[in-house]
């Protein structure tokens, strides 16, 4: 199966950006995306995309995260702007073998995922 890596995490300030890249290890599955795990928070899939560039995400992340892919380099990667605290958790890119976008991002838990990059937001 595919194995994924991520990368670009750390600590920034409310307010700050960061952008997460994965590499997959080999041409990415029909849907790959990202999901989050706080402590003492379940599992939230952010966003989702499919391999024609479409896009879905979540209502907590809308208009402050951008999901993209580099489908030469087999590369996702996770725009995250005017991160706020509530942002602070792991992020997880992973796959779902499925073309509908919401239910992909939702079951992305379920899927293939990396080894998780974290992400801290201080106010």
């Known amino acids: 199966q595919v194995q994924l890596a991520e990368s670009g995490g750390g600590s920034v300030q409310s307010g700050g950006s960061l952008r997460l890249s994965c590499v997959a290890s080999y041409s990415r599955s029909v849907c790959m995306g990202w999901f989050r795990q706080a402590p003492g928070k379940e599992r939230e899939g952010v966003a989702s995309?499919?391999?024609?560039?479409?896009?879905s995400y979540a209502d907590s992340v809308k208009g402050r995260f951008t999901i993209s892919q580099d489908n030469a380099k087999n590369t996702l990667y996770l725009q995250m702007n005017s991160l706020k605290p509530e942002d602070t958790a792991t992020y997880y890119c992973?796959?779902?073998?499925?073309?509908?976008?919401?239910?992909?991002?939702?079951?992305?838990?379920?899927?293939?995922r990396g080894q998780g990059t974290q992400v801290t937001v201080s106010s």
């Open positions: 995309i499919g391999r024609d560039g479409a896009t």
């Open positions: 992973a796959t779902y073998p499925t073309v509908q976008l919401d239910l992909c991002r939702q079951n992305l838990e379920f899927g293939v």
